[in-house]
């Protein structure tokens, strides 16, 4: 079964960065962020497959936002760099049941618990 477990949320202010974490304990899957902002549907981040060779980012993210994978630590990261108050969300990590990345948050099967990343002055 497999586990995922977010870290690195908090309080950042705009224009700031964070590191988020996540951890698992299969590497069979590709990996990929998604978040919730406060009264809105989820929506994807990035995505990163599971042998690392294919990235995908959600437009609102291109550029300030990159997904890596650390395969000695069994650890997906998600470093935010400029972030702004539209970033202010719950996010959470999540799998399909593929190593490859499809875009859809229906091909998300596995979900940890999330991490809150609040962007203000």
């Known amino acids: 079964q497999l586990q995922l477990s977010e870290s690195g949320g908090g309080l950042v202010q705009p224009g700031g960065s964070l590191r988020l974490s996540c951890e698992f304990n299969?590497?069979?899957?590709?990996i990929g962020w998604v978040r919730q902002p406060p009264g809105k549907e989820r929506e994807e981040v990035a995505c990163?497959?599971?042998?690392?060779?294919?990235?995908n980012y959600a437009n609102t993210v291109k550029g300030r936002f990159t997904i890596s994978k650390d395969f000695t630590k069994n650890t997906v990261f998600l470093q935010m760099n400029s972030l702004k108050p539209e970033d202010t969300a719950v996010y959470y990590c999540?799998?399909?049941?593929?190593?490859?990345?499809?875009?859809?948050?229906?091909?998300?099967?596995?979900w940890g618990q999330g991490t809150q990343v609040t962007v203000s002055s």
């Open positions: 990163v497959s599971n042998s690392g060779g294919i990235i």
């Open positions: 999540a799998a399909p049941e593929s190593m490859s990345c499809h875009p859809g948050l229906s091909e998300y099967q596995h």
């Open positions: 299969l590497d069979y899957y590709a």
